[in-house]
């Protein structure tokens, strides 16, 4: 467990906290790229309790600025997306994606305009995603991650808005052993299913099948890796500083892959994304990234598209589907990633803002205890005036593995 003073440096990611600072050390994936359409109307959003507008000017180029205009403070989501960039409707300040205000009507003819605020934040757009950088400063350059650098049809990003704090939906990642109680019955039905479990396993009262799973964690520079072993596979995970988790998602070689990033919205919301890559080739339709989506709608929304979910209809729980023993969890019979995802969000949420001095946790914590603990360490190294633990590193061989218990040991 932790103490409420412990728990609260990990929550508070505004400006000017001790875990804020941290999070606007690294670069910070905001947007997917296809929700800003080239001339289309700004796109609102928050990111660490900011008010933020990003944009796609009408020749392509990426803009992202503060909500208020810097001159009287009035949206930008409302401004005009012209040729050059983003004019404020109010007064006609415009401003261009690289930060320079190109016209301010309220100034003198030859006003030097070069020293006026915009409220600019720089970006960069790699693999269809939007990158961010909220740091004081000129920001460090990018670091390499497993995906980096792949073709575009290697690799698939989807994300969902989640009414929870930021560390919330990796502790649960970290807590591997869920996956064989909370995911039994999904993981059973879905392709994984003949591999995800052995016939060696412990069975509930209920009849359910489980196997029992031990728990290694070792720190890295980068942050930690943490391996699962039960009777059918070994599990690598890779949590990297300081939202980035590489979890496993079947067996194979040439299969795809994935990492999952939570990026906080404020101390109480969080942005989740999903990212699926393939090293090796396209993506096939028959693989998980594709096969999971299938049906999705909206790859920004991923899960919306299913109705909403909140306490007061308990996130959707179909009782019914419980009681035919058709779903462990009454989570609806969707494609695998989408059902996972929503079977996390219905537990993540109902924690509400989780009161971590009261927790009681077991051996199969291990990673959980851990990885709060490479986040408060980062956070005070930082407090100190350190850089960012792996901040600019090539970590593009950092990934999980899946692997079944007659491999090799490692």
């Given at each position: 467990?932790?103490?409420?003073?412990?728990?609260?440096?990990?929550?508070?990611?505004?400006?000017?906290?001790?875990?804020?600072?941290?999070?606007?050390?690294?670069?910070?994936?905001?947007?997917?790229?296809?929700?800003?359409?080239?001339?289309?109307?700004?796109?609102?959003?928050?990111i660490l309790g900011e008010r933020l507008v990003g944009y796609r000017s009408p020749e392509g180029e990426v803009g992202?600025?503060?909500?208020?205009?810097?001159?009287?403070?009035?949206?930008?989501?409302?401004?005009?997306?012209?040729?050059?960039?983003?004019?404020?409707?109010?007064?006609?300040?415009?401003?261009?994606?690289?930060?320079?205000?190109?016209?301010?009507?309220?100034?003198?003819?030859?006003?030097?305009?070069?020293?006026?605020?915009?409220?600019?934040?720089?970006?960069?757009?790699?693999?269809?995603?939007?990158?961010?950088?909220?740091?004081?400063?000129?920001?460090?350059?990018?670091?390499?991650?497993?995906?980096?650098?792949?073709?575009?049809?290697?690799?698939?990003?989807?994300?969902?808005?989640?009414?929870?704090?930021?560390?919330?939906?990796?502790?649960?990642?970290?807590?591997?052993?869920?996956?064989?109680?909370?995911?039994?019955?999904?993981?059973?039905?879905?392709?994984?299913?003949?591999?995800?479990?052995?016939?060696?396993?412990?069975?509930?009262?209920?009849?359910?099948?489980?196997?029992?799973?031990?728990?290694?964690?070792?720190?890295?520079?980068?942050?930690?890796?943490?391996?699962?072993?039960?009777?059918?596979?070994?599990?690598?995970?890779?949590?990297?500083?300081?939202?980035?988790?590489?979890?496993?998602?079947?067996?194979?070689?040439?299969?795809?892959?994935?990492?999952?990033?939570?990026?906080?919205?404020?101390?109480?919301?969080?942005?989740?994304?999903?990212?699926?890559?393939?090293?090796?080739?396209?993506?096939?339709?028959?693989?998980?990234?594709?096969?999971?989506?299938?049906?999705?709608?909206?790859?920004?929304?991923?899960?919306?598209?299913?109705?909403?979910?909140?306490?007061?209809?308990?996130?959707?729980?179909?009782?019914?589907?419980?009681?035919?023993?058709?779903?462990?969890?009454?989570?609806?019979?969707?494609?695998?990633?989408?059902?996972?995802?929503?079977?996390?969000?219905?537990?993540?949420?109902?924690q509400g803002r989780p009161d971590r001095s009261r927790e009681e946790l077991e051996i199969t914590d291990r990673a959980?205890?851990?990885?709060?603990?490479?986040?408060?360490?980062?956070?005070?190294?930082?407090?100190?005036?350190?850089?960012?633990?792996?901040?600019?590193?090539d970590l593009s061989d950092v990934e999980a593995l899946f692997e079944l218990r007659d491999a090799p040991d490692q």
């Amino acid at each position: 467990m932790l103490s409420a003073e412990r728990s609260k440096l990990l929550t508070e990611v505004g400006a000017g906290t001790p875990g804020g600072d941290l999070m606007r050390s690294y670069w910070i994936p905001v947007l997917r790229s296809e929700q800003l359409k080239a001339g289309a109307a700004p796109h609102q959003f928050m990111i660490l309790g900011e008010r933020l507008v990003g944009y796609r000017s009408p020749e392509g180029e990426v803009g992202v600025v503060d909500d208020a205009c810097p001159h009287r403070g009035v949206s930008m989501a409302l401004a005009r997306n012209e040729p050059g960039g983003l004019r404020c409707i109010y007064h006609g300040w415009k401003c261009s994606p690289q930060g320079q205000l190109l016209e301010a009507p309220t100034h003198p003819d030859g006003a030097d305009l070069s020293q006026v605020r915009t409220g600019y934040h720089p970006t960069q757009e790699e693999q269809g995603i939007i990158w961010l950088w909220l740091g004081e400063g000129a920001p460090p350059p990018m670091r390499k991650l497993a995906f980096s650098g792949l073709p575009d049809d290697q690799v698939i990003t989807v994300t969902v808005k989640a009414n929870c704090g930021w560390l919330q939906p990796l502790e649960t990642l970290w807590d591997v052993f869920h996956a064989q109680i909370l995911h039994n019955q999904t993981n059973r039905g879905s392709r994984r299913g003949g591999v995800y479990f052995s016939d060696q396993g412990r069975t509930m009262d209920n009849g359910v099948a489980y196997d029992y799973s031990q728990m290694h964690a070792e720190s890295t520079d980068y942050g930690m890796k943490y391996m699962n072993v039960d009777a059918a596979k070994r599990t690598h995970f890779r949590f990297i500083l300081p939202f980035f988790d590489h979890h496993a998602l079947e067996p194979g070689e040439f299969a795809d892959k994935g990492l999952q990033i939570s990026v906080p919205i404020d101390d109480d919301h969080c942005l989740l994304w999903m990212v699926m890559y393939n090293k090796h080739a396209p993506l096939k339709a028959d693989g998980f990234a594709l096969q999971s989506l299938q049906g999705v709608p909206d790859l920004s929304n991923f899960v919306d598209h299913l109705g909403p979910r909140n306490r007061d209809n308990l996130w959707g729980q179909d009782r019914e589907l419980i009681d035919r023993d058709e779903s462990w969890s009454g989570v609806p019979n969707t494609s695998l990633l989408v059902r996972i995802f929503l079977e996390d969000l219905m537990v993540i949420e109902s924690q509400g803002r989780p009161d971590r001095s009261r927790e009681e946790l077991e051996i199969t914590d291990r990673a959980l205890v851990l990885g709060r603990k490479r986040v408060l360490e980062a956070i005070e190294a930082v407090g100190r005036g350190e850089p960012a633990p792996a901040q600019t590193d090539d970590l593009s061989d950092v990934e999980a593995l899946f692997e079944l218990r007659d491999a090799p040991d490692q």
